[in-house]
């Protein structure tokens, strides 16, 4: 008997939403609008977020790097460590590491009699670092460097497009350096343009010449050592849980996670103490990506609210008047012997249909929309006249695609119908005080 009621009663509130089924479906149109928008910008939101951070670590940075702690804090070229097979085995023996590759910094004059431009020397390993970052597949002009340095001719080096531009160098060119090595003495050496790099990161573009680790280490005088070890990982979401793992493995493998000093530094408290190595996620390496891709997921609550609150408005809005058009209905109703509470059980679950259609209409739609992004892509060069889309640094030349995640759509599709439900007490309240005798006659 109860069960008929109740499907009796959710009859007659869909009857009376399909009696005004243009204003119902204005408002269920806009709840679908509504949750749709939700689903398909949080998916951007999540897979822009993605891509930025993808492009920054996986050119440049890697997700995890090692260095000498005083090095983290101030990059001085004499603060460098030795790295032995061993060391390298330990790190490449934690789970969810890929590969790892050391890299020696520079910072020095590059140029030929007619140019020079303040260049990063960067001392890689040739067949290590394509492992870390694609930056060997990169290479638009010429080749990446050879497997290993040259012995007796020139040294190789693979300098960023805008560098090659600002010099007026193609492959083949010779070129110098000139940096004043750790032991305070003027390294230089000559080096032949091998290739040319295109990442779309704009320090490696701009400003940034690869050459072999141990002509690095040969010009900076830094005998054997090295400043950063770049680690690539299975996963982003995880770096943190895998630094941590680095650091206890390096703790308790005979490197003892300390290296001596290189040479009498001045400025050291004690020449003689070893100076602890320090492991650091992408998020530490690069504080002002991660505010940002923090933003990016604040500012999703922040849209959350922008569109609940219009939706409520518009709900509310409909139902009062709605309740408005239908007094003398619901002053029938009252008059032959439909109680206030249920005349307020009968609107508010009309509220709850409409609210419900309007959910799962915009779930399907946005679910829709944001699953093709996901496989096909979102291009964002669309919005730009040159063709490319870049943002902090760093190029998005390929499609931005979409991450949907299941609370994605889960979320909005459960707030949106309770928020839209509640937004049906008030209409409903004011019908259930309604006076049956006067709301008939007209003078209410």
Do not use: C
Request: glycine share 8%; net charge positive.
């Amino acid at each position: 008997m109860a069960g008929n009621l109740r499907t009796s009663f959710l009859a007659m509130a869909a009857r009376n939403l399909l009696r005004n089924g243009w204003r119902s479906g204005l408002t269920a149109g806009g709840i679908a609008v509504s949750v749709a928008m939700m689903v398909w910008t949080v998916a951007m939101m999540a897979g822009f977020s993605g891509t930025m951070v993808r492009g920054a670590t996986s050119v440049e940075l890697g997700q995890v790097q090692v260095h000498r702690a005083d090095y983290a804090e101030k990059a001085r070229p004499e603060r460098s460590f030795e790295v032995s097979a061993a060391m390298l085995k330990t790190i490449e023996g934690v789970p969810e590491v890929q590969a790892v590759s050391p890299r020696v910094h520079l910072w020095g004059l590059l140029g030929n009699e007619r140019r020079s431009q303040v260049t990063r020397l960067v001392g890689v390993d040739a067949v290590r670092e394509p492992k870390v970052t694609p930056v060997a597949g990169a290479v638009t002009l010429g080749a990446w460097l050879s497997a290993k340095p040259s012995k007796t001719g020139p040294h190789e080096v693979v300098l960023g497009k805008d560098l090659a531009r600002k010099l007026n160098v193609k492959v083949g060119s010779e070129v110098v350096a000139f940096l004043q090595a750790t032991d305070g003495s003027l390294g230089n050496d000559l080096f032949v343009v091998r290739g040319v790099v295109e990442t779309g990161n704009q320090l490696i573009d701009r400003s940034t010449a690869f050459i072999h680790l141990e002509d690095a280490r040969y010009l900076g005088v830094l005998d054997g050592r090295t400043h950063e070890l770049a680690i690539k990982t299975a996963r982003l979401d995880n770096v943190n849980l895998v630094a941590a793992q680095l650091t206890q493995a390096l703790r308790s493998d005979q490197h003892k996670m300390a290296s001596a000093p290189l040479k009498v530094d001045p400025d050291e408290q004690d020449l003689n103490a070893a100076v602890p190595l320090l492991v650091q996620p992408w998020s530490e390496l690069a504080p002002d990506l991660f505010k940002m891709v923090e933003l990016n997921d604040k500012s999703t609550s922040l849209l959350y609210f922008v569109i609940y609150l219009i939706a409520i408005l518009s709900i509310v809005n409909t139902q009062r008047m709605s309740a408005w058009e239908r007094r003398r209905e619901f002053g029938v109703m009252l008059a032959i012997g439909l109680s206030p509470a249920r005349l307020f059980r009968l609107v508010l679950t009309e509220t709850f249909l409409l609210a419900l259609a309007g959910a799962l209409l915009g779930a399907a739609m946005g679910t829709a929309l944001a699953s093709w992004h996901a496989a096909v892509g979102f291009d964002m060069s669309m919005f730009t006249d040159g063709g490319s889309f870049s943002y902090m640094g760093i190029a998005f030349n390929e499609r931005i695609f979409f991450k949907l995640r299941a609370t994605t759509i889960l979320e909005p599709t459960l707030v949106m119908l309770v928020v839209g439900t509640l937004a049906g007490i008030w209409p409903a309240w004011k019908a259930m005080r309604l006076e049956p005798a006067a709301t008939i006659a007209g003078r209410s």
